[in-house]
């Protein structure tokens, strides 16, 4: 598309950004992947290398793109380093400093040739299904503000997918929302989006991904799953997960139902993309025993939408859906001890 500017237009150099996305992943990988081929780097290759299973009770959040995050050694939360934790991506939200210019800091990363990750409310988008209707809250990358026209340039890599021209008032009452509950998302409303944006950076390029640097990331995460720690993560944090999940079902707790469907996602995507990883690396390197693992953890992504759409359903009656929720969460819990011993044996060979 051919973009006209002003003397007030702020647009990143080159091309649009490149639309990334695959059926099992949220707005949240999919924004991610968009800045890291403008970065030259394969998205499935940084977003794909490592995998793990980690929940934070009390954390998860009613929106698309909750992911757990725990705190680094200052205090804050790097998204960056939890979606890839082998390679040199750092994510920081931000705010607006300055409520009588909500611009400046979007001008400014515009100006240093740099996307921006927005956090809205599908509700005020023109471009989506939801418009006017569903509120939810959601992703997409800013890639250019042109205040003379009195436009914002959006690019939505999420299914129906958009790229162009938002008008800014309407841009604004999305990325400044309540986002209010709303009956008929009980999974991504009642999350304040508070004009929240991600700054994004990749220190360094990633190395030629070869089998022994993929061996190495292998081992550090199949000892993530094997090792017990203080945290709810690998196999044993995910049997401390699911029991508690189930024990809250029985009890009618409907919250955990809730907070099922956004965390289970960023757990079925992470475990989409390493799958997907792994197949493409046993193809071309010809190892059948590593494209079987990738099979395997692909596995457990799909077992997840299993769980995660039985809780769905059972919202409205927890109790009542308990023994479906100990089937799946059984069912997973297969999956993943035999990704976890699959990919360990690939890794032995790398």
Known sequence: MTVDVTARTYMITGPEPEWWYRDLVSCLQSTFGSLLIREGADPLSVLGAGWRFLHLP???RSEEFY????????????LGAALAPHHALRARWWQPADEDDVWREVRETLADDRLVIAAVDNYHLPFRPAY??????????????????????????????????VPIEEFLRSWGSANPTDVQDAFFSD?????????VRLDA??????????????RTDVDGFT?????????????????????????????ALRELYPFGWGMQAQASLHGELLRRCGRQWDDPALAGAGRAVEAVAHAWTGLRFTGAHGLEDPRAVAPDI??????????YARAVDAVGAAAARL
């Open 58 to 60: 009390g954390d998860v």
């Open 67 to 78: 992911y757990p995050c725990p705190p680094d050694e200052s205090g804050g939360a790097d």
């Open 191 to 199: 999350a304040r989006i508070g004009r929240r944006c991600l700054d």
């Open 132 to 165: 006017g209707d569903v509120h939810a809250a959601h992703l997409v990358v800013v890639y250019g503000l042109d205040e003379t026209r009195g436009v914002v340039y959006v690019s939505d890599a999420m299914p129906p997918a958009f790229r162009g021209a």
């Open 205 to 218: 390029p990633p190395a030629p991904l070869t089998p022994e640097l993929l061996g190495g990331f292998l």
């Open 326 to 335: 100990a089937h799946h969460a059984t069912l997973l819990r297969g999956a």
């Open 227 to 255: 090792t017990a720690g203080s945290a709810r993560t690998g196999l044993a944090g995910y049997d401390e997960f699911a029991a508690e999940l189930l024990d809250r079902c029985r009890a009618s707790d409907a919250g």
